[in-house]
């Protein structure tokens, strides 16, 4: 057991499955008591079964207020303190800009970045209170380019980028840091409907010729989480093999 998420509170959206997941083990491994919150009851109380009393679940639909509210005061009423906000949780649709609806990208949006706002809001507070705090919003290298097959997902991810940056100003003088990590192609089910068509040729696009593991982005999570760096706050933080390198 590590120590450097010690006796730290740690929320993860998302949390269920995929990058989310790794987080959450990484997390309680480092001392961190971790909510798992997520749409994934089964996987997310299996997961929170396996991790044993440093986890537990809770169901939270990203996109709702309430629930953000109500997850907030459990939370509250349990630890006494909210350390950390992982904004983990996420969609993806490949569409394009000419044969998008308005309705799939509001959906897009609504998961991607209201969910993102609302976590945000709906820990500062507790975390002002605090005086003290870090949120990681998990963008993507989506939100460092623009992707023409991916239009609504990269719109989201850019849109994620600025709030970070937005908030990471209006919070710092509370001592909340805001990060955004973006990754690139990591394995997980995200990319289980691109695996038939292209998913290798694109894995071997990327200068490291591979993709990645979710644990590989759970290490940088777990770095913006832990005060080890204390003096980041508004930045880009990419693990994604080289790709946004090119
Ligand atoms: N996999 C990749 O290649 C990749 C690359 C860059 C960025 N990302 C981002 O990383 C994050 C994690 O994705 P992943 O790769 O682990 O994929 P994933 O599909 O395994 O995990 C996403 C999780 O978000 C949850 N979720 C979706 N909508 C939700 C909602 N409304 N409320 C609560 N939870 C909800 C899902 O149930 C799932 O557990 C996402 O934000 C994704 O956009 C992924």
Redo the contacts with the bound molecule.
Sequence with gaps: MGIRLKDQTAII??G?????AAEARRFAEEGAFVIIA???DREGEDLATEIGSSAIYKH????NQQAWAELIEDVLALRGSIDVLVN?????VFDRLTRTSQEEFERVMD??CT?VFLGMQAVSDAMKNQNSGSIVN?S??AGLQGVGFQFSYSVSKWAVRGMTKSAAHELARHNIRVNSVH????D????DQFKDEGFNAAAVQVPMGRTAS?EEVAELVLWLASNESSYCTGSEFVVDGGISAT
């Design positions: 959206t998302g269920s499955r995929g990058q989310g997520d749409l994934l939270l639909d990203v996109t983990n949780a996420g969609i993806l998961v991607n969910g998990i993507s290298v990754p690139g192609l990591i997980t089910a995200m990319l979710a």
